[in-house]
């Protein structure tokens, strides 16, 4: 970006000459201009090569509800702020939940028609990120100038399997770790002609209408395309947990806190167990996490005085338990005279944090309707609707639950899914499922490592083949740190 009278030459004029030549045509650049030199020299970009910033589309992974749509916002001022500094012409920031009111938005490639339509001409790279991943804008444009986005390109911060896991489907069975797939707090990018190309698939070969389970996971089995398409190719730039001089990008990895953690008296929670695990399971829950919660019953086919456990009247199924967790919902509302503002509904085999749940639902207005857990999604490249499962835990606010028993939607039968069928209700409803990746379906071996560390995980489900109470006491036993900042008059 130096002048032309700048440039250097190996000419005989003297020396002083050419300083007052270099002099003159700066001085007689625009403010503006200087100021853009400057910053382009601190930066070390030069845009006389490679991509500006006009050409990145930023896409914030963001959700409706009002707490995650005000964090996407204050992301997406951040990076235009910083883009102001460095060019006159600012990139496209997008919030994914304004780009569509379809119900799969949050998996992405519904909306790769939109991206290739809209962005094919003018752009270069989609860049995803989430809500706390944050972003050094001169550092990202200087990774991505290392790549030619004439090309197909998937970036990202690569995770892999340390075994075969079975929110995976148990996938690469034989070598787990040969797959790799983004981590989408670290931020992942695809090159216009990959999103072009993808776009293309998706006409003449449309989304099958089967589980969103793992969107990293899938989205990179969906790319890779038995080999038919790219791998994952990983950027050292694009970091999480750890924060160096070299990093693109960053995570802000800790757990929300608005003002003050919701008081243990305002969660009721809901166990469903039965006769056959009252002595497997019910005793780990009392060692582990029992003693959080100031509210607590378990629902069961048997009543049994020494635990205790209440009988809902409603027989025991070996699957669905759709019959059982709709009574819990009738019991707790109309038979919960202290107006209780939250329920949480977990398995026998659930091990979960009350207090960091209390800290993450000071984030929440109770008085709305809010269904919050691990997300989800069935049949949503049709019309399919999206879902909380249970075994992760189930949180629902007062009205949530007032507003879907209001609307007679129920159980096609006792052992119907639960989850799925509450999914389809709520779609109905038009309430959308809050996500949080703190709540997890599976047990800590099925993520990868690299995933969790820069978690600070509320749930994990399924006693199988570990020691459910070392896991408890490794990854959800409160600290002493977090003992005293969940004490009512305290907060962060």
């Given at each position: 970006m130096q002048p032309p009278a700048c440039r250097v030459r190996r000419l005989a004029s003297p020396a002083l000459l050419a300083l007052l030549a270099c002099s003159a045509a700066f001085a007689s650049m625009s403010e503006d201009v200087k100021k853009e030199v400057k910053d382009l020299k601190k930066s070390g970009i030069s845009r006389k090569n490679g991509i500006d910033l006009k050409e990145i589309v930023f896409v914030i992974q963001s959700q409706s509800n009002s707490f995650h749509a005000k964090k996407a916002e204050q992301l997406k001022k951040i990076i235009l702020k910083e883009a102001a500094n460095l060019t006159q012409e600012l990139p496209t920031v997008l919030l994914l939940h304004e780009l569509a009111q379809q119900e799969g938005a949050w998996t992405i490639l519904p909306l790769l028609p939109h991206f290739s339509g809209t962005y094919s001409r003018n752009s270069s790279?989609?860049?995803?990120?989430?809500?706390?991943?944050?972003?050094?804008?001169?550092?990202l444009l200087e990774t991505l100038r290392r790549y030619d986005p004439s090309k197909e390109w998937f970036l990202g911060k690569a995770l892999h399997d340390e075994e075969s896991s079975v929110i995976h489907h148990y996938a690469f069975s034989e070598n787990p770790t040969v797959f790799k797939y983004p981590d989408f707090a670290a931020g992942w990018a695809l090159s216009i002609p990959l999103v072009n190309k993808l776009n293309k698939r998706l006409k003449s070969e449309p989304l099958k209408s089967d589980f969103t389970i793992d969107l990293q996971h899938e989205i990179a089995l969906y790319i890779w395309d038995k080999g038919g398409?790219?791998?994952?190719?990983?950027?050292?730039?694009?970091?999480?947990?750890?924060?160096?001089?070299?990093?693109?990008?960053?995570?802000?990895?800790f757990l929300p806190l608005c003002g003050q953690p919701v008081k243990k008296e305002d969660i009721f929670v809901a166990v469903k167990t039965c006769k056959q695990f009252h002595g497997e399971r019910i005793p780990i829950i009392k060692l582990t996490w029992e003693g959080q919660a100031s509210l607590i019953e378990y629902y069961s086919d048997y009543a049994e005085s020494s635990i205790p456990t209440v009988d809902l009247g409603i027989p025991n199924t070996e699957r669905g338990h759709c019959g059982k967790t709709f009574a819990i919902l009738e019991r707790f509302l109309n038979h919960n005279r202290d107006k209780i503002p939250w329920l949480l509904i977990v398995d026998d085999d659930t091990l979960i944090s009350i207090s960091r749940l209390r800290h993450l639902l000071s984030c929440?207005?109770?008085?709305?309707?809010?269904?919050l857990g691990e997300r989800y999604g069935y049949g949503l490249g049709t019309d399919g609707y999206s879902y909380v499962t249970g075994g992760g835990?189930?949180?629902?606010?007062?009205e949530a639950i007032r507003r879907l028993l209001a609307s007679k939607c129920r159980?096609?039968?006792?052992?119907?899914?639960?989850?799925?069928v509450l999914g389809m209700c709520f779609s109905g409803l038009g309430i959308p499922m809050i996500h949080s990746p703190l709540f997890h379906q599976a047990r800590p071996t099925d993520y990868s490592k690299d995933l969790l560390s820069h978690q600070v995980p509320i749930s994990f489900h399924?006693?199988?083949?570990i020691d459910p109470v070392k896991v408890y006491f490794t990854w959800l036993a409160p600290s002493e740190e977090e003992k005293s900042h969940t004490k009512d008059t305290k907060c962060f």
């Open positions: 790279w989609i860049f995803f990120c989430e809500e706390e991943t944050r972003i050094e804008i001169p550092k398409g790219p791998p994952l190719t990983s950027v050292p730039e694009f970091c999480t947990d750890r924060v160096d001089s070299h990093c693109a990008t960053q995570f802000r990895s929440y207005d109770s008085s709305k309707p809010i269904v835990g189930m949180v629902f606010s007062r159980c096609h039968s006792i052992d119907s899914p639960d989850d799925m399924k006693y199988w083949n």
